[in-house]
């Protein structure tokens, strides 16, 4: 089969030490709901069992290093054990229960998703860069038992009008607990009952949790143009983290990076709300014993992250190619980051060939890594670093070794002869399905047909085509039909499409491509305002663009390959030759990053 775990990089004399009986990474096989595949043996059973291991393990190492605070792992551990204990107590939350999260990354936001998991509840990643209505959505599909959240989302969902809302967004808000206020609770009653912090002690029993229990909804656009919640479970979450750790001792071994040197320190950039800030928080750095740093809320600052880099000792950077690109950029690199760093990640989006380039011009011999996963496997798919990487930089690499990968034509037989088909993942972390859904689109052999379009090349495996017509911007997935119901809602808009376009940067920027009604002059200054006003703003158009009628198909369906072919280089820009346009560029709306959760 195309597309099976590569551990070839391994020396066969290393191979039983890091994968055989009774190794680290003892890989077997196991019957995972119903399907057998590749398993590692010697692994925790929930993400609970990961911070009790790290706390027993290094207790005083700082686990999260923020502005005004450092928690180390046995502080972090004896902290979610309060906050469950209050969470039970006061708010009834047990397991089962989904407890939504709205905030920017803080250590109570942290501490309290900690709290949640104890209890055997699901933690409910609201975007905090959702709009009040789009906030709403997410709880009346959800109805979580309890809303926690920081100030500035309950300022927007609190603004809205009184009919805006289910009932069940109504009691939501109206039963919500800051953040702030819950840990500060917590560490009140733990000093009250005089909480040891063992586990098992008389404030707090920990509930007892499958593998296959569901840890999180986390929200990822969905072919209705909604954004669907994906039910992440305890088992895809612990095997994504060890999945990475052993691709990183292959990497160690096969000499492609450095071997590791004392603690693993990163700047998290990703916001808890996404796979690429919840997975390490959870499961990453409490099984490697890595220093998380948070920087202050706020939009992502390349002179920021690097300032930390240098303050922090930070080992590893990781983030969307759009970030690592601006941190390779910077003037104060040299002097900031270099004496540190032993690698790089990438995730969320396609690397330009450029990047690796850079990277070994800016900062020679640290080792890049990229990949092809998504929310539904918790990253996982293929991935690809160090000299693989530089010698195909737009390739998306080889499964993860946890992962099986296969090319399928429309009638689901395997393609095995380098032709394009869709893209199906089978792997222990794949998703439990969507939240609401009856039925869950992993079949009955688990594998999940991401919807996505590519082919292998030599074993490589190159993406042709995301998510039919997503957008992905910065990291953020962006499907068109949201912003097109919006735009068609406008008085003067009587038709409307929307694309992405390149971007050297964010990878995608928005492009609007309207058809005014009759007599109508079209602003495109007023048209972002109007979408803005409904959605994120990382989803406003960047673009607007006026032609008299879409392409279209003979079932009326919009052809967005013929506008692709068309704006391929957005119009009003230099390079662009367009005679039917009208432009402009939105202000912008931030690299995705947890640190930019609060506007």
């Known amino acids: 089969m195309a597309g099976w775990p590569d551990l070839t990089r391994i020396p066969p004399s290393l191979l039983p030490v890091l994968t055989g009986p009774g190794a680290p990474f003892e890989l077997v096989r196991e019957d995972v709901r119903g399907v057998e595949m590749a398993v590692f043996a010697q692994r925790p059973r929930s993400l609970p069992e990961l911070l009790a291991a790290a706390a027993r393990e290094h207790p005083d190492r700082p686990y999260l290093v923020l502005p005004e605070r450092t928690v180390t792992y046995g502080e972090a551990a004896d902290a979610a054990r309060a906050v469950a204990a209050v969470l039970r107590s006061r708010h009834g939350i047990s397991a089962g229960d989904r407890v939504a999260l709205a905030g920017a990354n803080s250590a109570e936001h942290a501490l309290t998703i900690w709290g949640v998991l ?18 709403a959505a997410g709880l009346a599909l959800t109805e979580p038992a309890l809303l926690v959240a920081d100030e500035p989302r309950l300022a927007r969902l609190t603004q809205l009008d009184a009919d805006a809302g289910s009932k069940v967004v109504a009691e939501a808000v109206a039963g919500a607990v800051s953040f702030t206020d819950l840990v500060a609770a917590a560490a009140e009653t733990a000093g009250e009952t005089g909480e040891s912090g063992e586990s098992g002690s008389p404030a707090f029993e920990p509930a007892t949790i499958g593998e296959d229990d569901a840890c999180a909804i986390l929200f990822t656009s969905g072919t209705s143009g909604r954004p669907k919640g994906a039910l992440i479970s305890h088992r895809g979450l612990v095997n994504f983290a060890m999945d990475a750790a052993l691709r990183g001792a292959v990497e160690a071994v096969s000499g492609a990076a450095p071997p590791p040197a004392g603690t693993p320190v990163s700047v998290l950039t990703g916001p808890f709300f996404h796979i ?33 880099t240098a303050r922090h000792g930070v080992t590893q950077w990781s983030g969307v190619p759009t970030q690592i690109l601006r941190l390779l950029e910077h003037p ?15 995730g969320g989006a396609t690397i330009s060939p450029e990047l690796p380039r850079l990277l070994e011009q800016r900062m020679p011999g640290i080792p890049l890594t990229n990949g092809y996963g998504m929310t539904e496997t918790c990253g996982l798919g ?40 869709e893209l199906w993942i089978r792997c222990p972390s794949t998703f439990l399905g969507y939240w609401g859904e009856p039925v869950s689109p992993v079949d009955d052999q688990g594998w999940y047909p991401t919807g996505d379009y590519g082919r292998f090349e030599g074993g490589l495996l190159q993406v042709e085509s995301r998510l039919r017509d997503m957008i992905v911007r910065g990291g953020e997935n962006i499907y068109p039909i949201e912003i097109e119901n919006r735009l068609l809602e406008h008085a003067d808009v009587a038709d409307a499409a929307v694309i992405g376009v390149a971007h050297r940067e964010l990878g995608q920027e928005v492009l609007a491509v309207i058809v005014p009604r009759d007599g109508a002059v079209i602003d495109p200054a007023d048209v972002r305002a109007w979408v803005g006003a409904s959605l994120a703003a990382f989803k406003v158009p960047a673009h607007v663009t006026t032609v008299s009628s879409l392409p279209r198909n003979t079932t009326g369906k919009v052809l967005k390959q013929d506008l692709r072919k068309r704006f391929d280089v957005p119009p009003g820009t230099d390079a662009a030759n367009e005679t039917e346009s009208g432009t402009g560029t939105s202000a912008d709306a931030g690299v995705g990053s947890g640190t930019a959760a609060a506007r």
Not at 301 to 307: Q, R, S, Y
Not at 337 to 344: D, E, L, Q, S
Not at 410 to 421: F, N, Q
Request: net charge negative; charged share 15%.
């Open 276 to 308: 690429s800030g919840l997975g390490p928080l959870t499961a990453v750095a409490p099984r490697s014993g890595m220093t998380l740093v948070l920087p202050a809320p706020g939009r992502w600052d390349p002179a920021v992250h690097l300032e930390l």
């Open 332 to 346: 104060d690199l040299d002097r900031m980051a270099r004496p540190t760093i032993r690698g790089v990640g990438c």
């Open 118 to 135: 104890l209890l055997g509840a699901v933690v409910v990643g609201l975007n905090g860069w959702w709009t009040g209505p789009e906030l």
């Open 382 to 421: 293929t991935a690809i670093s160090g000299p693989r990487l530089a010698a195909h930089p737009t390739s998306a690499g080889v499964p993860t070794p946890t992962a099986e990968v296969a090319v399928r034509d429309e009638s689901g037989a395997e393609i095995t002869d380098g032709r394009i088909g």
